[in-house]
């Protein structure tokens, strides 16, 4: 089955500072990718995702890129802001929509 | 449009005891997903569940627990005689049933606690 790895675990950086989380998948069929933010005691909230067709994908402060060869994709999130603190999941599907998870980033912004 | 809905939000249980957990898919949504999150942990992929049809149970263990979405009513995920290990947040997701990739959508969970 699918196999999801994402780094880092944990991530600290400044306000106003870039934050990248990095994800490589294992299965080839795999075409649609999303990331999720979850804050402490809430609900996954889906926050960008992006398909196979695509090679990036922004939203304001939020960047996600694909690369299919290389079987990784990354979430850029810049300016971050202290609201950016919470735990972010990437995650793979393939045809049927099982989702298949990342282990998580828990991403702290030093105000 | 209300969004997925789970109840109860907290359960408390004994070792023994029966836990039911719900979830109303968001309206038009036909496809529900079951994950169970330790704390400080990932989501882990239980069951998904189409209307009066379970599509994959692969995450789901084989002893104890069961899940089912009738052709009317929430979808049940059912964990019989319950151990101090199935502690944790349920969550359950739903998406459209309109075919390819859709993103699915997450209810606030149910957190389980065994005593």
């Known amino acids: 089955g699918e196999n999801v790895e994402q780094h880092p675990s944990t991530l600290s950086v400044q306000e106003g500072d870039s934050a990248v989380i990095k994800c490589t998948y294992s299965?080839?069929?795999?075409?649609?990718f999303p990331w999720y933010k979850q804050e402490l005691g809430k609900r996954p909230q889906l926050i960008i995702d992006?398909?196979?067709?695509?090679g990036e994908k922004k939203d304001q402060r939020i960047a996600v890129t694909l690369n299919k060869t290389a079987k990784h994709f990354s979430l850029h999130i810049t300016e971050t802001q202290p609201e950016d603190s919470a735990v972010y999941f990437c995650?793979?599907?393939?045809?049927?929509?099982?989702?298949?998870f990342g282990t998580g980033t828990k991403l702290q912004v030093i105000p | 449009n209300a969004g997925v809905m789970q109840n109860p939000r907290h359960l408390v249980r004994r070792r023994g005891q029966e836990a039911r957990l719900r979830c109303s898919p968001m309206?038009?949504?036909?496809?529900v997903y079951w994950y169970r999150q330790l704390p400080e942990e990932g989501l882990k992929f239980m069951v998904y569940?189409?209307?009066?049809?379970?599509?994959?149970e692969s995450g789901m263990p084989k002893e104890r627990f069961s899940a089912e979405f009738p052709k009317e009513g929430p979808s049940i995920l059912r964990i019989q005689q319950v151990v101090r290990g199935d502690s944790a947040a349920y969550f359950c997701a739903s998406a459209p049933g309109t075919g390819g990739n859709q993103p699915q959508h997450f209810g606030d969970g149910t957190r389980l606690s065994i005593l």
């Open positions: 569940l189409q209307k009066e049809n379970i599509i994959d």
């Open positions: 299965d080839s069929a795999s075409n649609y």
């Open positions: 309206k038009g949504h036909s496809h």
């Open positions: 995650a793979s599907s393939g045809g049927y929509q099982k989702v298949t």
């Open positions: 992006i398909r196979s067709n695509v």
